[in-house]
């Protein structure tokens, strides 16, 4: 199995992945950070939901356009059929309608083609299997906290890997909570005609720029499926313990919302024109902050707020191609990392500064960026876990300090509008922060910031030194930077997070979002030629249903660690914004 073939569908409740032989290898219910009903991905016998062709053709997939349903398509000698598979995700009686349900839906399109059903779903990680009662048109799976039934019109008889002949078309709904009890053919096609309905409209409404455009729309919708609208979380990536690369044993959880994700998905929502995402994820950091009056906060949080995210290892579990280990929470949740206090900053700063947040301009919102940058300020240059949330001995990193800068300078902005007393405290603050950068981080030697106080290792993250405005972009150093992390971290075209080792080894992979970083660094520098280039790298690069992993390979040319990646879609959706020219000079 390779991350290649799989296709992601859901509804912002649920989500899953579905490969390239029709087998949902991943599915979590009844939300996304649950654990997994199927779990093929990460074990041959951790459930599955295959339809499949009664030989072992793969099917080809597709989006179907500007939607998250995706259709797989099987042909051989004996005919062809396709299957579709989506969550409904529709608004009904003005409201929302996200049910925890799974559509599939089989329909023959030449010939006589024979196909096997199997549904084997697990009692999360345990890997048990659930008690199956078999009804007239459902099975019914018992174990679970609520009902979980199997609906449909095909024979259940035949619901056990048995090859049978397709000869209509037909449908399989698999539900968590109250069963479905209407009649099936009416119903599925409804919930697919509005639900593609519902995409299309979404899609419409997201601003593109002039050029890249097919890439930012699939990166906007692999973005939506990441948000968790009852809440209005974000997770990180779709999986766990995908392994970052072969053998290297970093395998981790990602199934959470990251506090530091928070300013790059804001920003990234915003340029795409999403109002209602932006505004229920800073309501969800918000709470973040009103739950931690001594602002101790977290680098990352469940999706419902909670915090009880002990890292422990599944060794009955065999992982993903059998490399391992499996891994559920995550222990980056007891680090202290520094610059998570810059990245809520800025994503909050719209509800300060942009009128349409008017009815958000409240005491308790200024009252978050306030002491956010206070602690920022008070952090500052000390030891700290860092963007890359090293496991061994801890250092100043210059990543967290220039965060806490850009707290404190955006801080100054907002209290200038809103508390005129506090704007020259953070700006003498924002100012102390850079000098002390300034002073400690610039290495003349390696011609570059570097990645910690006094060091000499090179650092992917300081290429938003750019982007954050922490120097003009006529200053020497800003671009000696760029230049020399560009030339220092290069593998095959593109770039490694650091090249040391952080107490697993040296990195083996790229990380997908360092190389759009440096995309975006070299648009901004005026360097057009050069963040073309690179930004077509990673296009040509992408699954070929246009979805990215954390990391990339270019020798071997196969995408690694957990997918998809939130982070990677958003970093290209910057990336492309960057590097596309404008529509008025387009038009």
């Given at each position: 199995m390779q991350l290649e073939d799989l296709a992601l569908v859901g509804n912002c409740q649920i989500s899953a992945l579905i490969d390239r032989c029709g087998t949902v290898t991943w599915a979590c219910f009844p939300r996304l950070d649950s654990e997994p009903l199927f779990g093929a991905l990460l074990d041959k016998d951790g459930g599955r939901f295959a339809i499949a062709p009664a030989g072992d053709t793969k099917g080809v997939q597709r989006y179907i356009e500007n939607t998250n349903v995706v259709?797989?398509?099987?042909?051989?000698?004996?005919?062809?059929?396709?299957?579709i598979d989506f969550a409904p995700r529709f608004v009904e009686h003005a409201r929302p309608f996200r049910p925890t349900q799974l559509i599939r839906i089989i329909e023959p399109l030449a010939g006589a083609p024979r196909i096997r059903v199997h549904c084997d779903p697990r009692l999360g990680w345990s890997k048990d299997r659930p008690t199956a009662m078999h009804g007239s048109d459902h099975v019914a799976y018992g174990g679970f906290s609520n009902p979980v039934r199997l609906t449909t019109d095909v024979p259940v008889s035949?619901?056990?890997?048995?090859?049978?002949?397709?000869?209509?078309?037909?449908?399989?709904?698999?539900?968590?909570?109250e069963p479905l009890e209407a009649p099936l053919f009416p119903l599925c096609q409804r919930f697919l005609d509005e639900t593609?309905?519902?995409?299309?409209?979404?899609?419409?409404?997201c601003n593109v720029p002039p050029r890249f455009q097919q890439a930012v729309i699939r990166s906007a919708l692999a973005l939506k499926l990441h948000c968790f609208e009852d809440t209005g979380a974000i997770i990180a990536a779709t999986t766990s313990s995908i392994p970052e690369a072969p053998g290297s044993g970093r395998t981790w959880d990602y199934r959470y919302c990251w506090l530091r994700d928070a300013y790059y998905v804001v920003g990234a929502?915003?340029?795409?024109?999403?109002?209602?995402?932006?505004?229920?994820?800073?309501?969800?950091?918000?709470?973040?902050?009103?739950?931690?009056?001594d602002l101790a906060l977290k680098p990352l949080y469940r999706i419902d707020g909670a915090s009880d995210l002990d890292e422990r290892v599944l060794p009955h579990w065999s992982g993903f191609r059998g490399d391992g280990p499996v891994r559920v929470g995550n222990a980056a949740a007891a680090h202290d990392q520094h610059d998570v206090f810059g990245e809520?900053?800025?994503?909050?700063m719209p509800v300060l500064l942009d009128q349409?947040?008017?009815?958000?301009?409240?005491?308790?919102?200024?009252?978050?960026?306030e002491g956010l940058a206070r602690k920022a300020l008070a952090v500052v240059g000390t030891p700290d876990a860092g963007i890359w949330e090293y496991r061994n001995d801890w250092v100043p990193q210059t990543f967290s300090a220039v965060m806490c800068w850009a707290a404190a300078d955006r801080a100054a902005s907002a209290a200038q509008r809103h508390a005129p007393a506090l704007a020259q405290f953070f700006r003498e603050g924002a100012t102390r922060v850079r000098e002390e950068i300034l002073a400690r981080a610039w290495s003349?030697?390696?011609?570059?910031?570097?990645?910690?106080?006094?060091?000499?290792?090179l650092d992917a993250s300081l290429l938003q030194m750019v982007a954050l405005r922490f120097l003009p972009p006529s200053d020497p150093r800003l671009r000696a930077t760029v230049d020399t992390i560009a030339r220092e971290l290069d593998w095959h075209g593109w770039l490694l997070r650091y090249a040391h080792d952080d107490g697993f080894g040296q990195p083996k992979v790229s990380f997908v979002i360092c190389t759009l970083w440096l995309v975006e660094a070299f648009a901004l520098l005026g360097e057009h030629d050069r963040a073309e280039a690179t930004l077509q790298r990673v296009l040509d690069a992408m699954t070929p249903l246009g979805l990215m992993a954390e990391d990339y390979d270019p020798v071997g040319r196969t995408m690694s660690g957990n997918f998809p990646q939130a982070y990677s879609h958003v970093g290209l959706i910057h990336a492309a914004?960057?590097?596309?020219?404008?529509?008025?000079d387009v038009l």
């Open positions: 259709t797989t398509t099987f042909s051989d000698r004996e005919g062809s059929f396709r299957i035949l619901l056990d890997d048995r090859p049978f002949l397709l000869g209509q078309r037909r449908h399989l709904v698999l539900t968590w909570g593609v309905r519902y995409w299309r409209r979404w899609v419409k409404h929502l915003q340029r795409l024109g999403h109002f209602e995402e932006r505004e229920s994820f800073m309501h969800y950091l918000l709470d973040r902050v009103a739950d931690a009056p809520m900053v800025l994503a909050l349409r947040f008017g009815t958000d301009h409240t005491a308790a919102a200024l009252g978050a960026v003349p030697e390696r011609e570059a910031f570097v990645a910690s106080y006094g060091g000499r290792e914004f960057a590097a596309s020219p404008r529509w008025a």
